[in-house]
């Protein structure tokens, strides 16, 4: 047995579509369940990439690059003993995807809709063929197919039909089955010894995943032996975690610490000046120092050695002085501070080290003339923030200019186009600042239609150049996502993503 302190307030919903963000997946998303298309999770020293899940093999129709044929595995079989077939698949899409269809559940559709915004329809082509039509031509479409996980509508058809009972009887084709569920405490898994990918097949037989958002309450459970591995251990605490023969385990993690501005009317932020004062009021390698090293800082959505990030004008450095002149250009100062309120969350997978991140860059922006107030929320209130977008109800209550959610930047959706596309302006995707911009718009559209990697990476290149220059977010740092595990931990792959495969775990 395996006892994992998570650092969320609750276990991640187990019914096929986790909430709490990205980083759940690794604990109720594909433990429980598969994707058809799947991402490489077993190798630490590269990125991964796109392999096959439940689907063997996927393409785009050349005669209409609209049309998706996803190929399914034959003899995979759910926890509950049924099939897993296209009519499976064509259940789940609707379960997420059709308000109308009987077994529709919104809870899950808030999760995963906004992961598959190129999704027009779906259909049976035969017993295991399923062909999706995307909404244009989009070649990253197999990326938003990573996020979307197959349950059982025979488990949910035997419950009497009740997402709530499935939450604690779920039923999916992963690795592990459910043994045990207590609701803001834990959840058990047990190894499914007939689970059909041997290469995952899991290397420990019970993982026990404890509810422990504080950090340092967290990390005292590793040090006293309450606990075997921890997510993101308190930075002042590594010393006495390495003295005991803690093994503190991270990498290299396509993952942004960012504050996502409002540009809808009424917001400050629609002047590029105090976009860039904000930037540049923040000593970035302070930040990464007050996490004991344990983050590198941003100068942009992707880290420099990416392949998208290109030659910005705008450097992102630490220039309090030129954040002055900016400010006082804009009519701001010390004296006469721009004040604003920012929504954040008290903690949680991805946030890092949450509330002395905020309150440290809250000190710096106070000293150039920006006066920001905090509304401090837990993770899952943030997300429906951020999903409403900056004209939502909860934005628009409480005043609020711009959201502290951390984002996985692993591929071109998810690091570039839900945010600037003017399509994906909230509530459709999570444009939260209702960006605006044909020039943007148009370098996205060609690089969906081009089905060209080194074209792809050129335009993606432009993009993220014209994301700096404007300064659209402020950029803090990227995380390296750190794991401490006790002596007794004897094998983890720390994966380059915010996906994590806990069957390496022994």
Known sequence: ????????????????????????????????????????????????????GLATSWEADPADRTKWMFRLRSGVKFHDGSDFDADAVIWNFEKVLNPQAPHFDNRQSAQVRPRLPSVA??????????????????????YQMLWFLISSPAQYEKLGRSWDRFALEPSGTGPFRLARLVPRERAELVRNNAYWNPARMPKTDRIVMVVAPETTTRTNALLTNQLDIIESPAPDLLPRLRQSGARIV?????????YHLSLVEGSPWRDVRLRRAANLAINRDEVVALLNGLAKPAVGVVDPSSPWFGRPEFQIRHDPGEARRLLAEAGFG???????????????????LSMPMNEYIQAAWREVGIQVDFQVVELEVLYTCWRQGALGEIARSGNITANNVAYLTSDPLYAFIRFFHSNQIAPVGVNYAHYR?????????RAMQSFDTA?????MRHVHEKVVNEALWVFVAHDTNPKAMSRNVRSYVPAQHWFQDLTTLA
């Open 455 to 459: 074209e792809q990476d050129a335009l």
């Open 334 to 352: 010390p004296r006469n501070p721009l004040r604003t309120r920012f929504i954040v969350p008290s903690g949680g997978s991805g946030q890092m």
């Open 250 to 258: 991270e990498n290299v993690t396509p993952h942004v610490w960012n």
């Open 1 to 52: 047995m395996l006892r994992y302190g998570i650092s969320m307030a609750d276990i991640p919903q187990a019914t096929g579509q986790p909430d709490r963000g990205a980083g759940a997946y690794q604990f109720t998303g594909h433990t429980l369940y598969d994707p058809l298309v799947a991402w490489e999770m077993d190798v630490a020293e590269r990125p991964g990439k796109l392999v096959p």
């Open 121 to 142: 329809s779906w259909r049976k082509l035969d017993a295991m063929t399923v062909e999706v039509t995307t909404k244009a031509v989009d070649s990253f479409f197999p």
């Open 437 to 445: 911009d044909a020039e943007m718009d148009a370098l996205l559209d």
